[in-house]
């Protein structure tokens, strides 16, 4: 097995919103803000080469949306998926699955594309299948009020249409079994409806990619949670519990969100868990 950092690109959300009820003072300390009050993220992607398996975790926002709701949204930097998967010598119609974490359009929005002559869309990765889970997927195609704006239906109604679509049982073996992917899934429900979060054991060390539920190094206290999270009370009680789990046995978190750090380890202190080291992947792994 090789895995392989994947940098699809940089966007801008407001700090606020993504600590809640932490008071910028203190999270502006982590996570500096610009004069909009938006603070750096990225989209950052794993990708898994196993056998004759590429499985590729989150996709990013992907480029089909209207200039204007990108605009919302301050892209930043020179990252592509493209680029990415190139970089290590690879190209879209290489991956065999796509297993998202859960179906925010920062998450899976570069699972669909635009058709050559951009009359409707089509999966942006023709030879993959498209995994999340059954309890998600209802959620997400009847959205609440609150998460509405974040499911949108053309990232998520062209799976299901081609095909391509494939649902992950909570609590069963199967998924690994009969997708041959290897890893081991962590539900969360705090953010969203079972949020899945991969963990794999790789060159003697447990890398968890922890997508949302500990989004930025920022994050890392326990109640610092963003305000998009729908169940707040609920992450408090998984992300302690998480964070122990990760201190007590020197795993080492992947960031999908923090612009500038990609990896680290936790430690045990008097006022809780709190971060140990920070890494690079290649200060650890070398993927090549």
């Known amino acids: 097995m090789t895995i392989y950092p994947i940098e699809t690109g940089n966007f801008?959300?407001?700090?606020?919103?993504?600590?809640?009820?932490?008071?910028k003072s203190i999270w502006s300390k982590t996570n500096p803000a610009d004069s909009n009050n938006m603070i750096d993220l990225a989209a950052r992607c794993l990708l898994i080469e196993d056998g004759d398996k590429l499985i590729l975790v989150d996709t990013g926002l992907g480029n089909k949306q209207s200039e204007k709701f990108f605009s919302y949204y301050y892209r930043w930097g020179n990252h592509s998926l493209d680029n990415a998967l190139s970089a290590f010598g690879f190209h879209r119609d290489d991956?065999?699955?796509?297993?998202?974490?859960?179906?925010?359009?920062?998450?899976?929005?570069?699972?669909?594309?635009?058709?050559?002559?951009?009359?409707?869309?089509?999966?942006?990765?023709?030879?993959?299948?498209?995994?999340?889970?059954?309890?998600?997927?209802?959620?997400?195609?009847?959205?609440?009020?609150?998460?509405?704006?974040s499911f949108l239906k053309e990232n998520l109604i062209p799976m299901q249409e081609s095909g391509q679509l494939h649902f992950v049982e909570r609590g069963s073996a199967s998924f690994m079994e009969r997708s041959e992917?290897?890893?081991?899934?962590?539900?969360?429900?705090?953010?969203?409806?079972?949020?899945?979060?991969?963990?794999?054991?790789?060159?003697?060390?447990?890398?968890?990619?922890?997508?949302?539920?500990?989004?930025?190094?920022?994050?890392?206290p326990v109640p610092y949670v963003m305000g998009y999270d729908t169940r707040p009370l609920l992450t408090l009680d998984e992300k302690a519990k998480f964070l122990n789990t990760v201190a007590e046995n020197d795993f080492l978190l992947f960031f999908e969100h923090d612009a500038h750090n990609q990896l680290c380890t936790l430690k045990q202190t008097e006022k809780g868990v709190r971060l140990n080291e920070l890494f690079s992947f290649n200060e650890i792994f070398d993927p090549q």
């Not at 297993?99 to 058709?115: A, R």
């Open 181 to 220: 992917l290897g890893f081991g899934i962590l539900f969360a429900d705090g953010h969203t409806e079972k949020q899945m979060l991969p963990y794999i054991n790789y060159k003697g060390k447990t890398i968890v990619f922890v997508a949302d539920l500990v989004p930025t190094v920022g994050h890392i």
């Open 95 to 149: 991956i065999t699955d796509v297993f998202m974490t859960h179906l925010h359009f920062d998450h899976c929005g570069g699972s669909i594309q635009w058709n050559t002559d951009k009359t409707g869309y089509e999966p942006a990765f023709k030879n993959a299948r498209f995994w999340t889970n059954k309890n998600h997927w209802e959620w997400a195609t009847n959205p609440n009020a609150r998460e509405k704006a």
């Open 12 to 23: 801008k959300l407001d700090g606020g919103a993504m600590f809640g009820v932490v008071p």
